[in-house]
């Protein structure tokens, strides 16, 4: 059995975010880029299934350069291969054109199922998996916190809005994983070791016969600012007209919107 | 809580920037490393840090370890934690491969040790103490000892002490009593005594608990030339490896400690309810001088545990402070309009100034430490390995005592950001003051750092470990001068230098005329303006680095620009004060020393 996880490099949402210099993008200098913590659910979802069943995980990414430090974290984590995809540029692709050229790129992987984040934290997009899918012709299932695999079909429990349900996808499938799903592990000082020491395959759009031209994004920005910070709500205390006379006072004098 | 406990950014600087540590790659120990190798081990040691430790630090403060009269247990975090670090190989990061090791340098067992402690020191030493006494078994120990201790040790399989102090031989060690007779059969010692204060000394956390104690044998010399170090096991060990019968050393009690409170404390009774065996490291009476090579890296240890507190409560303290809006701008006299952060006040910048100067000095002390420690590890260079001994043996006093002192001073700025809410035990800050205070007390107490320094280091083969370190120190002074930009911080640095030789060449006068009492009787203020030389030259050396960096049109450059502005902060605030300390030394103040007891 073949297991791809896809993964993707995104920045560390506990580093301070700054809005570059043309005001429509994030400053990248100074973040710090790490796997997107989905992912690492879908990671540790095939190091579990390897362990159970045998199964060799393959981790395949596509962006710049710096992308094979999260596939090396996800061998340190225990999977036995990776593939980096590399793209022009370093951030900002279209979901469509990345998802055709993972597509391709999976498919020269010949899995039995592919596993994702449900979606990545920088765009929060969560486009990419299901496209792969579609285009491979593969049935897939979002969101899911259980998971059971055999050697023909995988069930799974996913989650929709107010419950869930299970389904079953004959193989090959696909499925992006949600937080309760496992705990990913730590990467462990042996695995690091021999992460060093584990292949990864260098794949490239010309080698894949792609063009990459649909990868730019198919909308503009024009602007980007940082959320207001949250303020703590406030109950008001007193009869109606005492309250009122607070609330006017309080627009007026503490948030100055009267 | 804050869910920064360390500036990796500063870490990797200090490392790859500032002491080069890819240097080492050269060295056949660490060929399979990189780069790469040291990124993935910091970064998981973060991870583990911030998602594991942490959580547990609290809570295992206000569960505390329990004695219930003959069993310890520990904190029920600790278990989790101890299987992470178990699982992750984290017992024995720089060990070798034979022993289940993965030959990391020490300067990255430093940075995985800082961030543990950062995140929850009393969990850092019940797997510190495992790595201690198995490391002093496979320095001195013999081929059945290394046989049956490392693996179990290093792999986290069992705990590990040392146990030196008694309950009438603290910092006297050479008044000890334990006792171990030869036994009429086979190759072990009958070892009778009780031992006090032994950090991890009982606990649930594993089956077995390793204790390397201190003893003096049959017919010893009296004092420090007759003591022994002898390995007593919890539970004997089989020559098969497996776990033989209970060894008779049985836990008294467990001390109600200010802080550290989910580290087991233990006093330990040695055969007082039957045979406890032990076996003998190394030769007869040179125990001493075996434990000596375990308490340097403890005492570095002890450093490291001050600064990572230290940088735990600055990172609250900064989020603290960027949150909490109170008050407005001096000058602006409209009570309508809204309260600022008080991160915008300057004094408290200059507060966090305080602390962040003190962390970034007091960590490039250590990791400079480190390097030193793995050149000498290393080198085949006999010259070069004598050089990095005198400079280890020279700045371990200040890794100890300066860094415990002012992490505790640092810790006290970071609680004051917080206001009252600071004093409340809602926040972690006034834990991490607590928890910090023993380290300016054990492993040598400060005040005995300071004689060591003085007494012991500065006339050490003639003066020798001082002038290593001052060269050193003049090298990187020079290298700043050419830089225009830190040109005038390296001049003060420079007369500090000037200041500190000249003291120390006057006090030798004294010493050489016989003086010892006279000597010897202001250690502490010499320990001090000493340290301070070492942190201002390590911010300059930092703000070299910096400078190059900035020269060189480096990508982050608020980050070197912060760097250098924090070392200018350092120089410019302290050194004057190392000044007047180096005056107060030179004009050789003895009121404390011809004091009378009686007038107290």
């Excluded at chain 1, 496209?131 to 979002?142: F, M, T």
């Excluded at chain 2, 970064?43 to 609290?58: I, K, S």
């Excluded at chain 2, 050393?249 to 802080?259: F, L, N, P, R, S």
């Excluded at chain 2, 100067?357 to 085949?380: P, S």
């Amino acid at each position: 059995m073949k297991i791809v996880v896809l993964v993707k490099r995104v920045p560390d949402t506990a580093s301070v975010f700054k809005v570059a210099s043309d005001g429509r993008s994030v400053e990248l200098d100074g973040l710090k880029f790490v796997m997107s913590p989905y992912d690492e659910h879908a990671v540790e979802e095939a190091i579990r299934l390897k362990e159970k069943m045998g199964a060799e995980v393959i981790v395949l990414s596509a962006g710049p350069p710096e992308c094979k430090e999260v596939i090396r974290s996800a061998l340190a984590m225990g999977a036995d291969a990776g593939a980096h995809l590399l793209l022009p540029g370093d951030t900002g692709y279209a979901s469509r054109g990345v998802a055709e050229a993972l597509a391709v790129a999976a498919k020269t992987l010949e899995p039995d199922l592919i596993l994702a984040g449900k979606q990545a934290v920088d765009d929060d997009a969560a486009q990419v998996p299901e496209r792969v899918a579609e285009l491979l012709d593969l049935p897939h299932a979002s969101i899911v916190t259980r998971l059971e695999c055999t050697a023909t079909a995988v069930t799974v429990d996913c989650e929709v809005e107010g419950g869930q349900f299970t389904a079953e996808l004959p193989l090959p499938a696909l499925v992006t994983a949600q937080k309760g799903l496992n705990t990913p592990r730590y990467p462990t000082l042996p695995n690091i070791m021999k992460a060093k020491k584990k292949e990864i395959r260098e794949l490239t759009l010309d080698k894949l016969g792609l063009s990459g031209d649909r990868l730019a994004a198919g909308m503009t920005v024009t602007a980007m600012a940082l959320p207001r910070q949250q303020r703590l709500g406030k109950i008001l205390d007193g009869d109606t007209a005492q309250r009122v006379k607070e609330l006017v006072r309080a627009l007026r004098e503490d948030e100055k919107v009267l | 809580m804050s869910d920064k406990l360390a500036d990796m950014r500063f870490i990797r600087f200090l490392l790859y920037e500032v002491n080069k540590i890819e240097e080492l790659l050269q060295y056949p120990y660490h060929e399979d490393h990189s780069r790469e190798t040291f990124d993935m081990a910091i970064d998981a040691a973060y991870d583990l840090a911030r998602e594991v430790f942490w959580p547990a630090f609290q809570e295992m403060d206000r569960e505390g370890a329990v004695f219930d009269g003959s069993h310890v247990a520990a904190p029920k975090a600790m278990h989790e934690i101890w299987r992470q670090c178990k699982e992750g190989g984290w017992f024995a990061p720089n060990v070798c491969y034979d022993f289940g090791g993965q030959q990391f340098p020490l300067s990255i067992l430093a940075v995985t040790s800082f961030l543990f402690s950062a995140g929850n020191s009393s969990a850092a030493m019940y797997v510190n103490g495992a790595w201690g006494a198995a490391h002093l078994i496979e320095s001195f120990g013999n081929e059945d000892l290394k046989a049956r201790y490392l693996q179990p040790l290093y792999g986290g399989e069992w705990g590990g002490t040392m146990a030196l102090t008694e309950p009438d031989a603290g910092t006297s060690l050479g008044d000890i009593t334990t006792t171990a007779v030869k036994a009429p059969d086979g190759d072990h010692y009958l070892i009778r005594g009780t031992k006090r204060f032994i950090s991890s000394g009982d606990h649930d956390l594993a089956e077995n608990i390793i204790h390397p104690v201190l003893v003096r044998l049959e017919g010893a010399p009296p004092g420090v030339k007759g003591i022994s170090l002898v390995v007593v096991p919890k539970r004997r060990v089989n020559a098969d490896g497996t776990l033989g019968e209970f060894n008779n050393v049985v836990t008294a009690g467990i001390e109600h400690k200010m802080g550290l409170r989910g580290q087991a404390t233990a006093t330990l009774m040695f055969g007082e309810q039957g045979e406890c065996h032990g076996w003998l490291i190394g030769e007869p009476n040179k125990g001493l001088s075996y434990m000596f090579q375990l308490m340097n890296h403890a005492r570095v240890f002890t450093g490291i545990q001050a600064v990572a507190g230290a940088s735990a409560a600055y990172h609250c303290a900064v989020q603290y402070a960027r949150e909490r809006l109170q008050g407005r701008e001096i000058t602006n006299k409209d009570p309508l309009s809204p309260q600022i952060p008080i991160i915008s006040h300057a004094d408290v910048r200059r507060m966090l100034l305080q602390q962040k100067a003190f962390i970034e000095g007091a960590l490039g002390m250590i990791l400079f430490c480190a390097k030193v420690a793995d050149r000498m590890q290393n080198t085949t260079d006999e010259e070069e390995k004598k050089t990095c001994n005198l400079l280890l043996e020279t700045l371990t006093p200040c890794c100890k005592a300066h860094v415990s002192d002012e992490a505790f001073k640092s810790i006290t700025a970071a609680l004051q950001c917080f206001g009252g809410a600071g004093f409340c035990e809602e926040f972690p800050v006034a834990q991490l003051l607590r928890d910090n205070k023993v380290f300016s007390i054990y492993e040598g107490a400060n005040g005995i750092q300071a004689m060591d320094l003085l007494g012991r280091k500065v006339p050490m083969e003639a003066g020798a470990a001082v002038r290593a370190l001052m060269t050193e120190i003049g090298k990187n002074i020079a290298e700043a001068s050419a830089l225009e930009a830190l040109k005038p911080l390296a001049d003060k640095v420079q007369e500090v230098q000037n200041a500190v030789i000249d003291v120390t060449m006057h006090l030798g006068a004294i010493g050489m005329s016989g003086e010892v009492n006279l000597y010897i009787c202001n250690a502490t203020a010499y320990l001090a303006m000493f340290s301070q030389l070492v942190m201002g030259w390590q911010h300059l050396v930092q703000a070299t680095a910096a400078q190059q960096a900035l020269d060189a049109g480096a990508d982050d450059a608020d980050f070197y620009k912060a760097k250098l502005e924090t070392a200018r902060f350092y120089i410019n605030t302290t050194m004057p004060h190392t000044l007047a300390t180096a005056q107060v030394l030179k004009a050789v103040e003895r009121t404390a020393l011809d004091y009378p007891p009686d007038w107290f």
